[in-house]
């Protein structure tokens, strides 16, 4: 099993970062059902307000190559397409467990 992990940094007024990393999340949870490979995923938004990165999330598939075909899928190209405007660094580990 690997895990997927996840962080987005976004652009913009605080209301527009939650705004945009609410509409993230809700598709992102919508892709378990639509992504075979994809077995679970966590996605939170920070609520730090120290801290600089504002979306986190935690998928688990269960091989690297699957991480790939996950990463390809239509779905979940088009919800990247939300913060695709705003995304000013994303940090990303993958890991078998």
Do not use: Q
Request: proline content about 4%.
């Amino acid at each position: 099993m690997v895990k997927h992990v996840v962080t987005f940094k976004l652009s913009g007024s605080a209301e527009e970062r939650l705004d945009t990393a609410r509409r993230f999340k809700a598709a992102l949870l919508a892709l378990p059902g639509k992504i075979e490979v994809l077995k679970c995923i966590e996605v939170g938004i920070n609520e730090n307000p120290n801290e600089e990165w504002d979306v986190a999330l935690i998928a688990s598939l269960p091989t690297m190559d699957d991480v790939a075909t996950y990463a390809k899928h239509p779905a979940h190209v088009e919800a990247t397409t939300i913060i695709a405007n705003s995304k000013v660094a994303r940090a990303c580990v993958d890991y078998e467990i």
